[in-house]
């Protein structure tokens, strides 16, 4: 019953590298998210995928990019590591985007870059 | 985005019922009334959601007021393991992929 994965579960980058989260999804859903969540606030959506081979910008796009290759794969890569995306992230999917959809999510990815 | 008042937290005693309040006068006709919960250290949980009618499931109750201007998350009896924030979001889906967190309710459960 795994439902949303993610790996790794914390990280720490230095400035400027680079890293893939990755999340995987068993329960065929279509649709994908990927969130960020700051100390004390709420989650704010950075990108979506409504398929295998469509992503589209969510709220807070800049310094990250995503490809959807397969149904169940969504990873989200950070080119050049900036303390401003020290965060924790979110991967999220869900049946179709209807509001009567619940979307899953993953326990996280902690990052931190120092 | 329509939006939702929540207290910012809510104390229970264990075994007992919490019922958590959550305003939305601004929702509109197509809006589902979502409940999700964040447990420390994890992501958030899908709980309960509605529209129109009241709603049950396994792990809680989802009162709506007839003008769907407020609703209410009840616990019938909450556990330690119910400590959490929980979210009350509007989501109309569509073009509008995102869930819009606020700041939810944080609930203590004292033993």
């Given amino acids: 019953n795994a439902g949303v994965t993610q790996t790794p579960k914390f990280r720490i980058l230095k400035i400027g590298q680079s890293m893939t989260l990755q999340c995987t999804q068993d329960m065929n859903h279509n649709y994908m998210y990927w969130y960020r969540q700051d100390p004390g606030m709420g989650l704010k959506l950075i990108y979506y995928s409504v398929g295998a081979g469509i992503t589209d910008k969510g709220e807070v796009p800049n310094g990250y990019n995503v490809s959807r290759s397969t149904t169940e794969d969504f990873p989200l890569r950070l080119e050049l590591a900036a303390p401003s995306q020290t965060s924790v992230y979110f991967c999220a999917s869900s049946l179709r985007p209807a509001g009567n959809q619940p979307q899953h999510f993953g326990d996280g990815t902690r990052l931190s870059i120092l | ?111």
Avoid at chain 2, 38 to 51: A, C, D, M, N, T
Avoid at chain 2, 85 to 108: A, E
Wanted: with cysteine.
């Fill in chain 2, 1 to 111: 985005d329509a939006k939702t008042t929540q207290p910012n937290s809510m104390e229970s005693n264990e075994e007992e019922p919490v019922h958590l309040p959550c305003n939305h006068s601004t929702i509109s006709g197509t809006d589902y009334i979502h409940w999700y919960r964040q447990l420390p250290s994890q992501g958030p949980e899908y709980v309960i959601h509605g529209l129109t009618s009241n709603v049950n499931n396994r792990m809680a109750s989802l009162a709506i007021a007839e003008d769907r201007k407020s609703s209410t998350l009840i616990l019938h009896r909450a556990t330690l393991r119910d400590a959490a924030v929980y979210y009350c979001i509007l989501h109309s889906g569509g073009s509008n992929y995102k869930l819009t967190f606020g700041k939810g309710t944080l609930l203590t459960v004292n033993p």
